[in-house]
């Protein structure tokens, strides 16, 4: 009995130790601590250097712009010399009705505001399609070039340190006023040196009659005619 009671009490201490074992947690690895945050570092400020270009106005004075120019106005020289001569009859007719004597009868006056009226109509409508297709070959022209000079200004901006660049040439700048220096407006610079790269030559100069567009006509100055007698 004794043997027996020593084999339970000490089956019942292994017991009661493996269930205070199981009932003990395992002691637990501490979480690392969490990094602070780093401050970022302040900006670093860079010191300005504005550069000012009128770019439109720089693709139309290279050489290859300039030339475009000319072969654009070559090709509308017999469209404006149309609407030309159809401006001067026009103007002519008007004379002539407003020379013509009292005694012109309201019928004859009448046709000849007719066809003053369709003659004038007709030529409003040539010019207007001759400013159109104009204006379209121009745009053209324009966007070539325009692709070709930029990468002429991106390059010497980036050469020359320059850390903004602002476009003062259009009618939708945001620029107010800036100082005209020479250190500032590259325009003339970008010219020349796109210039230099395109190998392309100044064009000759071309007559004053071929500067205006094919719609530029004069509007005739004459008063209206009279209306017919009643």
């Not at 199981?22 to 300005?48: D, G, I, K, N, R």
């Not at 009128?54 to 509308?76: D, L, P």
């Not at 401006?87 to 009448?110: C, F, I």
């Not at 070959?137 to 930029?150: F, I, N, R």
Request: glycine share 4%; no cysteine.
């Amino acid at each position: 009995m004794n043997r027996t009671l020593i084999l339970v009490s000490a089956l019942g201490a292994g017991l009661f130790s493996a269930g205070a074992s199981a009932q003990t947690p395992a002691p637990s690895t501490p979480a690392p601590a969490a990094a602070a945050p780093q401050t970022p570092a302040p900006p670093q400020a860079v010191p300005a250097k504005i550069a000012l270009v009128a770019f439109e106005q720089a693709v139309f004075a290279t050489n290859e712009g300039q030339r475009a120019v000319q072969e654009i106005q070559e090709k509308y020289k017999p469209r404006k010399a149309q609407i030309d001569t159809e401006s001067q009859e026009v103007d002519s007719l008007k004379k002539q009705l407003q020379a013509a004597p009292a005694t012109l009868s309201d019928e004859e006056r009448a046709t000849r505001l007719r066809n003053i009226d369709t003659k004038e109509k007709q030529l409003n409508r040539d010019a207007e399609d001759a400013q159109t297709a104009y204006n379209a070959d121009l745009q053209e022209a324009y966007g070539k070039v325009a692709a070709k000079v930029s990468g002429t200004l991106k390059s010497y901006v980036a050469e020359n340190g320059y850390t903004l660049l602002l476009d003062v040439g259009g009618q939708q700048s945001p620029v107010m006023w800036a100082s005209p220096s020479p250190n500032t407006d590259i325009t003339q610079a970008v010219v020349t040196a796109y210039n230099a790269s395109s190998g392309v030559a100044a064009p000759m100069p071309s007559a004053p009659s071929t500067q205006a567009n094919p719609a530029a006509r004069p509007r005739s100055s004459t008063p209206k005619s009279t209306p017919p007698r009643q």
